[in-house]
């Protein structure tokens, strides 16, 4: 197919109907790209093309380019001889399941996806106007980094990038949807924004390539085991879904869209819901074993609360230890926290702070409502969480909780053990509403645990050390550790049948609508890095 950015034109238009259909043969031309030749090599990768993939992101027919003519304007290495409308990124807006949307879609066709001026100035035009309408902003990404040929102006495009995804983060929800490779400077902007979605073997993202990996450190490492999709849903934590092709990956874009609001200043959607308020969840009190050494599933039990036993889970591979899931309750958007016995016990560490901080950030930025399930021993012990940094990190945590002003309601199930249950959105730290199941301990630390600390040289001095410390244990437990010694002392609103716990959350939920929090004027807090 011939460019006809390269070409002269024959013969210039006489009158309104000539260049009219001037202008559909030129965006017709646009729209196929530069070449059948660069599509098919592209589909020989098994990935889409920047507008097939816009295609299947919004709604049919509903998309508005923005500066789909626009073409660069550097020389030198051949630049001037190539000039190709869109200069590799395709710009505009158009809604998903109706509620407007602004995207941007590198095309690789073109420079190999390569951001330079005019490639930049399009992206900053289309966050300006996403920021500005308040709309949810959706990068498909697909590039090789900066242009090389256009020097330090490509990089100072990025930096524009970045400059917009910090401006807009926490009022618009920033996407970010990996479908190619990601290096250099280019891996911040994603970094920045609210959800990274990855293809696998077909997207990669990392600061350093293989090559210089290797004549750095001497090691030798492919890009997907590098900077693969597997690799950042599992190990860094960098992104939050992951999937097997194209079509899935944006259909779940789609998916996570209607379940965020446009921006901060509104509500998350609500959807219908046929799931009844009042359902009970008998099958609750066969989930959770009275037995709090004994692991079970807490997606099971999200599963049973929820409408319909759907919701979505952020960062499933990721500190499996805590579960971060957006579902619905009665229609209504929540962020569900959740300890998860079944990996590590459900402690606290280093990465499962991190995830539940950012998390929790994300819901009360955009007025998502959290709901905290609580089945905590406690933080990870040991000398490398220790050296780690595990006081800042699950300090995160406890700020993020602290900060936030959407409505929150806790449920102790089990074990809530020392700080690790004050962190976990207790009521001492702002928890609108908390329960307990009648299984809950809620103690400073496991009662053999304390035992042995209070009863020491009893213990010791005892003619039989292991018939006193059962004796002590049970003495403890029945003092301090009962179902209802929380509730006696206002630590907990309420001990709650775990089959009502769907009900009791809704009517909870119901009352809070309308909650209102100021926090201290000031330009922004410091939160522990």
């Known amino acids: 197919?011939?460019?006809?950015?390269?070409?002269?034109?024959?013969?210039?238009?006489?009158?309104?109907?000539?260049?009219?259909?001037?202008?559909?043969?030129?965006?017709?031309?646009?729209?196929?790209?530069?070449?059948?030749?660069?599509?098919?090599?592209?589909?020989?990768?098994?990935?889409?093309?920047?507008?097939?993939?816009?295609?299947?992101?919004?709604d049919p027919g509903s998309f508005s380019e923005v500066e789909p003519l626009r073409r660069h304007r550097a020389t030198g290495f051949g630049?001037?001889?190539?000039?190709?409308?869109t200069d590799g990124v395709v710009t505009g807006w158009g809604?998903?399941?109706?509620?407007?949307?602004?995207?941007?879609?590198?095309?690789?066709?073109?420079?190999?996806?390569?951001?330079?001026?005019a490639h930049a100035a399009k992206i900053h035009k289309i966050m300006d106007m996403?920021?500005?309408?308040?709309?949810?902003?959706?990068?498909?990404?697909?590039?090789?980094?900066?242009?090389?040929?256009?020097?330090?102006?490509?990089?100072?495009?990025?930096?524009?990038?970045?400059?917009?995804?910090?401006?807009a983060s926490g009022v618009i929800p920033q996407i970010s949807v990996m479908l190619g490779p990601c290096a250099g400077g280019a891996a911040y902007s994603p970094a920045l924004t609210d959800f990274v979605f990855m293809v696998r073997r077909t997207s990669q993202m990392f600061i350093t390539g293989p090559d210089v990996v290797k004549a750095v450190t001497g090691e030798e490492i492919s890009q997907d085991g590098l900077g693969g999709a597997d690799v950042h849903a599992a190990t860094s934590g960098v992104a939050h879904f992951v999937y097997d092709d194209e079509e899935s990956c944006l259909a779940e874009v789609r998916y996570l869209l209607s379940l965020l609001p446009s921006n901060n200043r509104e509500m998350p959607p609500r959807g219908e819901c046929a799931d009844p308020v009042g359902?009970?969840?008998?099958?609750?009190?066969?989930?959770?074993?009275?037995?709090?050494?004994?692991?079970?599933?807490?997606?099971?039990?999200?599963?049973e609360i929820v409408d319909e036993g759907e919701f979505l889970e952020v960062h499933e591979r990721w500190a499996g230890n805590v579960i971060c899931a957006l579902a619905r309750?009665?229609?209504?958007?929540?962020?569900?926290?959740?300890?998860?016995?079944?990996?590590?016990?459900?402690?606290?560490d280093i990465e499962a702070s991190e995830k539940a901080a950012r998390f929790?950030?994300?819901?009360?930025?955009?007025?998502?409502?959290?709901?905290?399930?609580?089945?905590?021993?406690?933080?990870?012990?040991?000398?490398?969480?220790e050296h780690g940094g595990i006081i800042r990190h699950g300090a995160k945590l406890l700020y993020a909780y602290c900060n936030a002003t959407v409505p929150r309601i806790s449920v102790v199930l089990r074990k809530a053990y020392g700080g690790a249950y004050i962190v976990m959105d207790s009521q001492s730290i702002g928890a609108d509403l908390t329960y307990a199941w009648p299984t809950n301990e809620i103690a400073v630390m496991g009662a053999e645990g304390a035992a042995n600390?209070?009863?020491?040289?009893?213990?010791?001095?005892?003619?039989?050390?292991?018939?006193?410390?059962?004796?002590?244990?049970?003495?403890?437990?029945?003092?301090?550790?009962?179902?209802y010694y929380a509730a006696e002392r206002g630590l907990v609103d309420d001990v709650i049948d775990p089959a009502d716990t769907r009900a009791t959350l809704i009517q909870g939920l119901a009352m809070l609508r309308t909650k209102h929090a100021d926090l201290p004027s000031r330009k922004h807090g410091n939160p522990p890095q």
């Open 360 to 385: 929790v950030q994300m819901c009360d930025a955009f007025n998502i409502p959290l709901v905290t399930l609580l089945d905590v021993p406690g933080f990870l012990p040991g000398v490398d969480q």
């Open 329 to 348: 309750l009665d229609g209504q958007v929540v962020g569900i926290v959740a300890n998860q016995p079944q990996h590590l016990a459900g402690v606290l």
């Open 453 to 483: 600390v209070i009863f020491r040289r009893q213990i010791a001095a005892s003619e039989d050390p292991e018939a006193t410390r059962a004796e002590l244990v049970k003495e403890y437990k029945a003092e301090l550790m009962h179902p």
């Open 130 to 167: 996403a920021i500005a309408a308040g709309a949810p902003l959706v990068s498909l990404n697909d590039g090789a980094g900066a242009r090389i040929q256009e020097g330090v102006v490509a990089l100072a495009g990025y930096g524009g990038i970045f400059q917009r995804n910090t401006r």
């Open 95 to 117: 809604t998903v399941e109706g509620r407007t949307v602004f995207v941007y879609a590198h095309d690789f066709r073109i420079f190999g996806g390569a951001l330079g001026e």
């Open 1 to 58: 197919m011939t460019d006809l950015s390269q070409t002269p034109r024959e013969a210039e238009p006489t009158d309104a109907r000539g260049r009219v259909a001037e202008l559909h043969a030129v965006r017709e031309r646009v729209r196929c790209g530069p070449s059948e030749r660069a599509t098919e090599a592209q589909h020989a990768k098994g990935k889409l093309t920047a507008r097939e993939r816009i295609e299947l992101l919004l």
């Open 79 to 85: 630049l001037e001889d190539k000039r190709p409308f």
């Open 279 to 303: 359902r009970r969840g008998e099958a609750l009190l066969d989930l959770v074993p009275a037995d709090g050494n004994r692991p079970y599933d807490m997606r099971a039990v999200i599963e």
